[in-house]
């Protein structure tokens, strides 16, 4: 069972201490606009208003799971630093195993081969990554391309990781099926110093994704601007609109439902 580097474990501690308090903010405040996305739509359902707010909603979505994967990770890596057994060591390094390939999955997708060893794209086709947000870089936000195929270049390159075996480690270590003497083979074999090497690759990565990310949701939020005023526009001439059905005896019920209305629009726009 081998251990890391010192050299890694400095590096490791470096890159991830200072990170996990401000991404934790982060998540929280993510999730936090979530529900309030989850109040707006209800409360404009019941007042027969349409609020579609799915595009910025998936951009935060994959935002929160790119922050999620990013402290699970780090806190690996603190697990690790901090043990004080050798097996803690490895417990962490399972860990790693496990997230690398779900994270991974997850974010990007696995290419297959078929049965003549050519290379299937389905699944990573439908991944978030290249079906949402490269939309959005195609179509909105087209001078963020480059560095989106920075980003998409360095996923691909990390395929070279062997995932093969670390597929068969992550069977192993989740699923427990294969017996006690398999297991202890599998942590046996388990190099460390790999292990947390190739997650420093990952981690690297899944920074560069949370950074664009914000950019990405930044700049769609920007350029709705103009149709978020000239909704606004619409908005304040039907409120208006409903002032000459008022009397002495609807009057407050009027503006209080102008009100609503007004209050409902501001939410959706403080969304992001």
């Known amino acids: 069972m081998s251990a ?9 501690r470096e890159s991830t201490e200072q990170k996990i308090e401000e991404v934790t903010k982060e998540v929280d405040r993510l999730y936090s606009l979530l529900r309030k996305g989850e109040i707006i739509r209800s409360l404009a359902k019941d007042m027969g208003v349409e609020i579609n707010l799915e595009r910025i909603e998936s951009l935060v979505k994959f935002r929160l799971l790119i922050g999620l994967l990013m402290l699970d990770l780090a806190s690996c890596v603190r697990m690790y630093l901090n043990a004080k057994f050798q097996y803690e060591g490895l417990f962490a390094a399972k860990q790693v195993i496990i997230i690398i390939n779900e994270g991974y999955k997850a974010i990007y997708g696995y290419l297959q081969k078929n049965d003549h060893d ?44 062997d995932f093969k075996t670390l597929k068969r480690q992550r069977s192993l270590f ?14 046996s074999e388990l190099d460390i110093d790999t292990t947390f090497h190739k997650l420093i690759l990952f ?3 899944v920074k560069g994704m949370f950074a664009f990310t914000d950019t990405i949701i930044k700049s769609y939020t920007q350029k709705t601007q103009d149709v978020r005023c000239s909704r606004q526009k619409e908005i304040e001439n039907l409120i208006v609109s409903f002032n000459r059905f008022k009397n ?17 629009f501001r939410s959706a726009n403080n969304l992001d």
């Open 203 to 205: 981690l690297g990565i």
């Open 174 to 187: 989740v699923h427990y099926d294969k017996g006690a003497i398999e297991l202890y083979k599998g942590l």
């Open 4 to 12: 890391i580097s010192e050299e890694s474990k400095l590096h490791l």
């Open 248 to 264: 002495e005896h609807n009057e407050k019920m009027i503006q209080t439902f102008q009100e609503k209305i007004l209050n409902l």
């Open 118 to 161: 050519q290379v299937k794209t389905a699944q990573r086709n439908k991944s978030f990554w290249i079906r949402e947000i490269g939309k959005i870089i195609e179509y909105d936000l087209p001078e963020l391309k480059n560095e989106y195929a920075t980003l998409t270049k360095a996923l691909d390159d990390y395929s070279i990781v």
